[in-house]
Structures are given as structure tokens and as C-alpha cells.
T-cell receptor, first 113, second 109 residues
């Protein structure tokens, strides 16, 4: 158990819909990262938050957004969903050390029909 | 385009055999991490290598960081079915991680 929790575990929705994925980092970690993992793209970095502020952006679509709340939990919002958005979405947290060792949650499997 | 290239993409071996997975890049990293991911779960950090030429051992797993800090290898001795999984390398630069596409390792009993 990494100490990072994600909900829901599975999510099935239709094209055009909007969903919210939730993540709680390990106790004491201020940094939260979101990743998308699909079969053809591998593990892709989406966005990072540190203590409530956006710190880095990766390959995140404009239809996607995220935020980190004062209690440090984070949410990833995906809107106008397309079939190609079906993937595993992982949240990771770290304590912002030089080596940036990250601890991953169990992921949310999103299926867009 | 992957910043880090991992090879081979797939590896299937018999229990007791040895295997090596490679992670190569044209970029220099401040450190490099290896993760293992099992189906339906998140990646789990195995090791971080920091110094060029560094070798770290974790039971039957040996990790090596290239002298130029651009490449790394993971060697498993006497593989067991429990070693089955997706092995991912990740380069660290300015606190950012770049992941390779991974090597899927299957160890047959």
C-alpha cells in the first residue's frame, strides 16, 4: 500500500460527458502528479501541483483540468469525453526531494463508450 | 516520442533464467528510477540511481546507471514468477520525471 488513494476504481461513461477523478496523497506529501496510461502511449505525465499551486504541465488536453485543495487532495476533471480518453489515470505524490521519488495510487480505469 | 527508450519491449523467460532490461536516452538525467507495475495496479518504486557508474543491488535485482548518466540497466538473476510485471524506467531532470514505454516481463513457472 503506497498510502495514495484514488476514487473511483472504475468509471464507465459516454462520449461527451464529464467526470471527476479524486486523489488523496500520502500523509505529508505536498506534491501531486496526474498521469494517463494507455496501451499505445505508455505512462504520460499530465500535470503537477505543489501545495495547491500548479507547478508543471505535461501532455494535458485543454478539455482536462485539475486542482489541489487546501487539504492537499486533488481532483482531475475530464470533460467532453472522447473514446480515446479511455485509459488508466494514476495519481502520484512525493515529498519534493531532489530525486522526486513518487508513490502511485491504484489508479482509476476510465472507459468511454 | 519517448525520451527514454526501453528494450526489449517484451521478454518471456523460464523460471530460474536471468534477464536484462535496458533503458537508453540521449539526455542526461540527475538520477534515474526503476518501477515495477503489476496488472491493475500503480507503479511501485524499486530503486533510484544517482551517480554515474553506480550499481545497486536489491536481492536478485541489480541496477546500473551509465557513466554518462544517460542509460541504465536492470538485471534479474534466477527470475521467479513473482518478478512478472511491467518494468518502467524514469529519468529525473529538474524534479520532472520522464517515463520509458516499459518492458513487459513474463516469468513462466
Amino acid at each position: 500500500d503506497s498510502g495514495v488513494t484514488q476514487t473511483p476504481k472504475h468509471l464507465i461513461t459516454a462520449t461527451g460527458q464529464r467526470v471527476t477523478l479524486r486523489c488523496s496523497p500520502r500523509s505529508g506529501d505536498l506534491s501531486v502528479y496526474w498521469y494517463q496510461q494507455s496501451l499505445d502511449q505508455g505512462l504520460q505525465f499530465l500535470i503537477q501541483y505543489y501545495n495547491g499551486e500548479e507547478r508543471a504541465k505535461g501532455n494535458i488536453l485543454e478539455r482536462f483540468s485539475a486542482q489541489q485543495f487546501p487539504d492537499l487532495h486533488s481532483e482531475l476533471n475530464l470533460s467532453s469525453l472522447e473514446l480515446g480518453d479511455s485509459a488508466l489515470y494514476f495519481c502520484a505524490s512525493s515529498s519534493w526531494t531532489r530525486n522526486n521519488e513518487q508513490f502511485f495510487g491504484p489508479g482509476t480505469r476510465l472507459t468511454v463508450l | 516520442t519517448q525520451l527514454l527508450e526501453q528494450s526489449p519491449q517484451f521478454l518471456s523467460i523460464q523460471e530460474g533464467e536471468n534477464l536484462t532490461v535496458y533503458c537508453n536516452s540521449s539526455s542526461v538525467f540527475s538520477s534515474l528510477q526503476w518501477y515495477r507495475q503489476e496488472p491493475g495496479e500503480g507503479p511501485v518504486l524499486l530503486v533510484t540511481v544517482v551517480t554515474g557508474g553506480e550499481v545497486k543491488k536489491l536481492k536478485r535485482l541489480t541496477f546500473q546507471f551509465g557513466d554518462a548518466r544517460k542509460d541504465s540497466s536492470l538485471h534479474i538473476t534466477a527470475a521467479q514468477p513473482g518478478d512478472t510485471g511491467l518494468y518502467l524506467c524514469a529519468g529525473v531532470d529538474d524534479y520532472k520525471l520522464s517515463f520509458g514505454a516499459g518492458t513487459t516481463v513474463t516469468v513462466r513457472a
